[in-house]
């Protein structure tokens, strides 16, 4: 495992961006967006500058967690297309030399899905061990009943209806049977699928695997130890098939996911608070996606970038040269960056979330700043974070221009001002144009590379960093406070990059919501 340098991963050098296939464009008029929809769009998604695409799940679902719950590992849901049809997608977007992820759901099914039908039964003839359950249904200290014939109680991995797939317990007591451990020949057979649908899709033309939930497979891992071989294990198997395919976790800690294999993880407003911190406290009151304090990107300026820093150094010290940790703009489980949020206010955040170390992973829409809707109707599971999942607004047409159906996945923004694709390209200060600007702006860069050295100059307001290469050297001003501030700058410090800032000798000024990246030494200033 891990014989190749993460220099050497596509990865390394990679802008993703996010779909929700639902959401996205839909090809047949269905109401739902689908690959084929998607497949249409490579064009304009290659020219806003990205490097590869993620898919949210596509797997065959009972959809009462939007495709989370699986019931066929090896089917393209028909609402999506076919097998057949991601395929085509995969050949094309490679042709067009963008990356494809898989969103693999690796620790829970549907309980709609044959395995757990046949492993409900009373009497099941297979697959008895293929799911946690505790006998007794009226006796089981702990699980999900009334679920199938099967006097027993199953463990759920999120919703009540994602019964958890059986990979063993790393320290099962011996007082409570149902705790396989991790070698008995069922938890090993579930492993072993689990590298068989890795293969299947690797086979059509898949580039890597976001893992849902990537910690969550094996139970009572107290040391992480289990899932560290786990993962180890099945990253090794994926590079005798494929060396260049990488894998993504959902784990939330990037270093442990790094230790145990993965390519890359994120910190997640679901895990340390440090993401939410810089954008998603809410005053006043906690949320799924946000948490009572205040925002470091929020003009009052009350935030703190320590509350983020504190984490981010541990883990960028602990992954360095080892593995990458992605920066999002967010993603289908939390509100937009955009809610509450001006274009100027946005820009300053994406210059930080493209200027740090790691991997910018972009969500449909948050290109042209497309808002959180508050108070949609829950859609296939979603509650609050339905908001945050309504359909790509390409122009003014109906459901703008996402599909002529009389019946969408989901409304559209209609209030006035809402962004589409077709306005902004037609407006050279609108955030599409800045994001491909500051898109090609990193990749122009070597300072801005993932394992580029990195240094903290000033943790408060504004937040001032330097990055350098061989090549170049770089210092980061951030300013997303109201506030106006000037910092000293080192000597032949040169504009490429600004807003609301100035730089004069070695002043830069800077005033209310301002970013400003300088080069020192020769260079001319290339973009505002």
């Given amino acids: 495992m891990g014989r190749y340098a993460i220099e050497d991963a596509w990865l390394y050098d990679a802008i993703v961006y996010e779909i929700y296939p639902q959401s996205y464009y839909d090809s047949n008029q269905d109401g739902i967006g689908d690959l084929k929809g998607i497949l249409e769009k490579l064009e304009y998604i290659k020219e806003c500058g990205f490097t590869a695409i993620w898919l949210n799940p596509i797997n065959a679902s009972s959809f ?118 991790v070698d ?16 299947y899709w690797m086979d059509l033309g898949t580039d890597g695997f976001r893992v849902d939930m990537a910690a969550s497979l094996i139970k009572g891992d107290t040391d992480g130890s ?64 946000q948490r009572i304090g205040h925002s470091y990107f929020n003009k009052e300026g009350k935030g703190n970038i320590n509350d983020f820093l504190d984490r981010y150094l541990y883990d960028y010290q602990e992954v360095f040269g080892k593995g990458l940790i992605g920066m999002i703009t967010g993603n289908h489980d939390m509100q937009r960056l955009a809610y509450r949020r001006s274009t100027c206010e946005l820009k300053a955040a994406w210059v930080f979330l493209f200027t740090m170390p790691g991997i910018p992973f972009v969500y449909y829409g948050d290109e042209i700043g497309m808002d959180f809707l508050e108070g949609l109707p829950s859609k296939e599971g979603g509650y609050i974070r339905t908001g945050s999942r309504t359909p790509m607004q390409w122009n003014h047409g109906k459901n703008h221009g996402f599909s002529d159906s009389d019946t969408p996945y989901l409304p559209t923004d209609e209030r006035d001002g809402a962004p589409t694709v ?56 951030i300013n997303p406070s109201q506030d106006s501030y000037t910092v000293q700058l080192p000597k032949l410090s040169r504009p490429i990059l600004w807003q609301n800032a100035s730089l004069r000798d070695e002043t830069a000024a800077l005033d209310g919501v301002s970013f400003l990246v300088a080069q020192v030494g020769s260079g001319e200033s290339e973009a505002k």
């Avoid at 109680?153 to 007082?175: E, I, R």
């Avoid at 145990?260 to 911190?277: E, I, K, Q």
């Avoid at 491909?436 to 307001?461: D, M, S, T």
């Fill in 64 to 181: 009462r967690d939007a495709g989370y719950d699986v019931t066929d590992f090896y089917r393209v849901d028909a609402r999506y297309g076919t097998n057949e049809d991601y395929q085509a997608l995969c050949a094309k977007a490679h042709e067009m030399g963008l990356k494809v992820v898989f969103d693999l759901v690796a620790g829970h099914t549907s309980i709609d899905h044959p395995w757990f039908v046949e492993s409900s039964r009373a009497v099941p003839e297979a697959y008895a061990n293929r799911y946690i359950w505790i006998d007794g249904t009226f006796d089981a200290p702990e699980g999900i009943t009334g679920v199938g014939e099967r006097d027993a109680a199953y463990l759920s991995n999120f919703y009540w209806s994602q019964p958890a797939l059986n990979y063993g317990y790393a320290h099962p007591d011996p007082a409570k049977p149902w705790q396989l451990p």
């Fill in 184 to 199: 008995h020949p069922d938890c090993v057979a579930m492993k072993e699928e689990l590298k068989r649908i890795i293969d």
């Fill in 226 to 289: 289990a899932m560290r071989k786990f993962w180890q294990e099945v990253r090794s198997h994926m590079e005798e098939r494929n060396p260049q395919c990488v894998l993504i976790a959902e784990w939330g800690f990037p270093a442990d996911a790094i230790r145990a294999g993965f390519h890359c993880d994120f910190l997640l407003h679901s895990g340390p608070v440090a993401y939410t911190s810089l954008f998603r406290y809410e005053k006043g009151r906690n949320t799924t996606s």
């Fill in 422 to 477: 077709e306005d902004q390209e037609k407006d050279e200060g609108s955030m599409l144009h800045f994001a491909k600007r500051l898109i090609a702006f990193r990749k122009a860069h070597p300072a801005l590379k993932p394992c580029a050295p990195f240094e903290v100059v000033h943790a408060g307001y504004p937040f001032t960093f330097r990055r350098w290469a061989k090549e170049e050297e770089l210092y980061v001003v």
